[in-house]
Every structure is written in C-alpha cells, then in structure tokens.
C-alpha cells in the first residue's frame, strides 16, 4: 500500500480486478446473447413467414411418402393430406402405380420398397417441420387427396425430388411438366436415384 497525494490509500490490486472484472462482464454478454440469438432462431423464422399473411404458407406435419405430405394451415389450423403435383416417388410394392412406376424407370421390383423408403427420408429430411408455400391446382390424386406444387423458401419441392432422382416426372399434363423433363432428364444423366439401375436389355 502506498499513500496517495489526495488523501486516500491506493490498492493497485483493485484496479487489476476491475479490468478482470469488465472482461468477464464482457465475455459473459456475448455467451447469453449468443445463445439466445441461437434459441430463439427457429422463433424469429417463424414470425418472419407469419408476416407473410397474404401468402398461404403451410407447416409440413408429416411425410407419407416421396411425393405425399402431410400439412397444417397457419391460418385455419385445419390438417391435410397434400400430393406433389406432376411427380410420382416410388410407391410401395403392390400399391396403385407401382407398375407403372417400374415400367417408367425400369427400377428391379425387389429394390421398390427400399427406393419408396430413400425416397420419403429424402422428402422428411427436406419438409419436415418447415413451412411450405402451397400453390393448389383444384385436382386430386386416386386417394382423394389434393394436388399441390409446394415450396421452401422459394425452392420448389417437385424440382428437389426430381434433381436427386427420388421421383419421376408423371405422365398427365400440368403446369411444370417442361420444366420438370429437364430436370429428371438431368437426373437421369448422373445416375441418380432411381435411374441408377441399367435399362433392360432388350430381347
């Protein structure tokens, strides 16, 4: 300790503990904010679609299939069973469509169920749990269930599938079909997903 020409007895200790002290003030700041930057992420997400309330965005509940989801309204809470429209993901064997399915693609019949199973983990890993833009076409599928083009974040749901080869191009007219040749013609070319198989040679 030494005397201070004011009057009063200087610690060069406490100032030492008050620079430690700011530090850790400091570093304790960032840590909170951080983690609850990190939290309420999927929160701030969240309202930023609800804001969007002239668009009709859907939160995806459950996928049944490669091409079958199932979703709820963010405005009526009403739940549904939606179809992706202009796709077909390898349906599961024996079920409508898995002959023409493996006559499209020339898939082996023993590998369906487990191309029906890539593909719907494909789709979960993509939509599950996120919100959707849904685009109705006023049709439906065999099962009665509503036809839609769906998207995230502006990606389009039927490109996704068809890019990675987990689903074909159907052959009924609509909207993207163009566009959606393309992109299973794309698929097709790399080999990927359900094209990966050799074509049967023929006799």
């Not at 989801?69 to 405005?75: D, M």
């Not at 993207?176 to 040679?201: H, I, M, N």
Request: hydrophobic residues 35%.
């Amino acid at each position: 300790m030494t005397e201070n020409p004011r009057g009063y007895r200087y610690n060069p200790l406490s100032k030492r503990a008050g620079r430690t002290f700011i530090i850790l003030f400091f570093v304790v700041t960032v840590t909170v904010i951080s983690f609850l930057t990190r939290g309420l992420g999927p929160y701030i997400n969240h309202l930023r679609y609800e804001a969007k309330s002239s668009l009709n965005f859907y939160k995806c509940m459950g996928v049944i299939s490669g091409d079958t989801i199932r979703v709820v309204s963010n405005r009526t809470a009403v739940e549904k069973i939606v179809r992706i429209a202009g796709i077909q993901a390898p349906p599961r064997p024996g079920s409508p469509g898995a002959a023409a399915f493996l006559s499209a693609t020339g898939c082996p019949a023993h590998e369906l169920l487990n191309l029906s199973g890539i593909s719907r983990n494909a789709l979960q890993i993509w939509v599950y749990k996120h919100l959707l833009d849904l685009e109705f076409t006023n049709h439906v599928d065999d099962h009665g269930y509503e036809l839609v083009y769906a998207e995230k974040n502006g990606v389009d749901i039927g490109y996704k599938q068809l890019r990675a080869g987990q689903a074909r191009v159907t052959d009924m007219p609509q909207k993207y079909r163009t566009d959606y040749l393309v992109f299973e013609q794309e698929s097709k070319d790399s080999r990927a997903g359900v094209w990966r198989f050799p074509p049967p040679v023929e006799k």
